[in-house]
């Protein structure tokens, strides 16, 4: 069990994205090959070292109980200015075809993006007001399947908690449960809990997990806490042949609600 105060992945996903050495690059990346922390590490070289990113999301609130008005999936884009893989004109996302400016963009219902989870997601880059500029390689990475968690009857957490999820048996990069205190949402602790604490888990995808207390030494009984349930999955690649250009193609399930900590 590890233990740290925790950046929103929504808004990483959002800042701009700034250069450096590739030679730095490379040495990151091949450190997360070697031994992957997928948010660690999409934490580590997301923004700071890639040129473009191509990043999917579902996200579910109050774990998607209240249906479709709970749950949004969006897609992504960004680009460095300085990046020459960003003149190209359109990027196609399997059968997706989407014109791109260069500029951020989120994309919502232009197209169904629950569609590209529990499949392998291939992306390319294309020009088509050039027809002398050839198109990108093109990478591809499995994004796991949405995830659906299922929690017992009470809201209650603790010793011996179990809550479970449709396994995705191609996921190798296991589920990450985020346990998150705030003292504004705890007026009564908040005297002497004045900040936010963050427990994270990392286990197996196998369905189920059950809690002990020991996954949340840091966190105050009687509070009320945000359980994030998320899996994921990310592939950073050189995919223009004329240039080092890093594009980063990353996809993210997420299910969150309330629960009181016991």
Known sequence: MKSFFYSCLFLCSLAYISSCSKTEVQQTINQVSNN????????DF?????????????????????????IVNYMSLACSKQASICQYT???????????????????????????????????????????????????????????????????????????????????KGVFLLLLYHPLENNTLAPQY?????????VEDTGSYTFSKTDFPEIPDNSLI?????????????????????????GLTESTGYLKLI
């Open 36 to 43: 992957i922390d997928l948010f660690q590490a999409y934490k």
């Open 90 to 172: 359109e990027i196609h996302v399997n059968d997706f075809v989407i014109d791109f400016d260069g500029k951020r963009k989120i994309i919502k219902d232009e197209i169904d993006v629950s569609q590209l989870f529990g499949r392998n997601v291939r992306v390319k880059m294309q020009d088509h007001t050039d027809a002398t500029k050839t198109e990108t390689n093109e990478v591809e990475v499995y994004i796991p399947e949405i995830i659906h968690v299922t929690l017992q009857d009470n809201t209650r957490l603790g010793q011996g908690y179990q809550i479970s999820w449709n396994a995705d048996p191609l996921n190798e």
């Open 46 to 70: 997301s923004n700071p070292d890639i040129d473009a990113s191509i990043a999917l999301y579902n996200y579910q609130a109050n774990f998607g109980l209240l249906g479709d008005s709970d």
């Open 194 to 202: 004045k900040d936010p604490i963050t427990n994270y888990l990392e």
């Open 226 to 250: 945000t359980l994030k349930v998320m899996r994921g999955n990310f592939d950073v690649a050189e995919i223009d042949i004329t240039s080092s250009d890093l594009v980063r193609v990353f």
